[in-house]
């Protein structure tokens, strides 16, 4: 009988360890979709001033929270706001700093992070942010946008 219940004990521990390895691997392949979808957001549509791909990654319902601006919900304001960024004659880029990614359930993700704003490739400015990203069947939708903490650089 105890050989009976060490063999149970044995296989549950080795499925939970499976199960955790299985999670293990979701999070990992979430956390490089959206640091894709950053890489896409930032170093291609807004520091390339690729419209387009903007108008791609942003929900048609988004919400962008800026603690300097307020509150805009409008996709065409926000696709506006990108192609006067980029007609001024200085360079406005982006760098992401650092940033977290956890799961929210079925919906999509929660990206929250940091990153360093460069006028003609120097440092201007830093900020933080919370994505919130929609996974809408294979691809994947910013739809809530907090934008926090902007200070300048201390030179």
Excluded at 48 to 66: N, P
Excluded at 92 to 97: A, G
Excluded at 107 to 116: I, K, M
Aim: glycine share 6%.
């Amino acid at each position: 009988m105890i050989n009976i219940i060490v063999l149970f004990i044995l296989f549950l521990s080795r499925e939970a360890n499976g199960q955790t390895n299985n999670e293990v691997l979701k999070m990992d392949l979430l956390k490089t979709e959206i640091i894709k979808m950053d890489s896409l957001l930032f170093d291609v549509a807004f520091n390339q001033c690729d419209a387009s791909q903007f108008k791609r990654i942003i929900a048609d319902d988004v919400e962008f929270y800026d603690d300097r601006f307020g509150l805009n919900v409008s996709k065409e304001n926000e696709i506006k706001s990108l192609n006067q960024k980029c007609i001024r004659p200085e360079k406005l880029t982006r760098k992401l700093n650092s940033c977290t990614i956890d799961k929210l359930g079925d919906f999509g993700a929660v990206q929250v992070g940091e990153h360093t704003f460069y006028v003609d490739g120097k440092p201007e400015g830093t900020g933080k942010f919370i994505h919130i990203w929609e996974r809408k069947d294979k691809d994947w939708k910013l739809k809530r946008i907090v934008s926090y903490e902007h200070r300048p650089i201390k030179k």
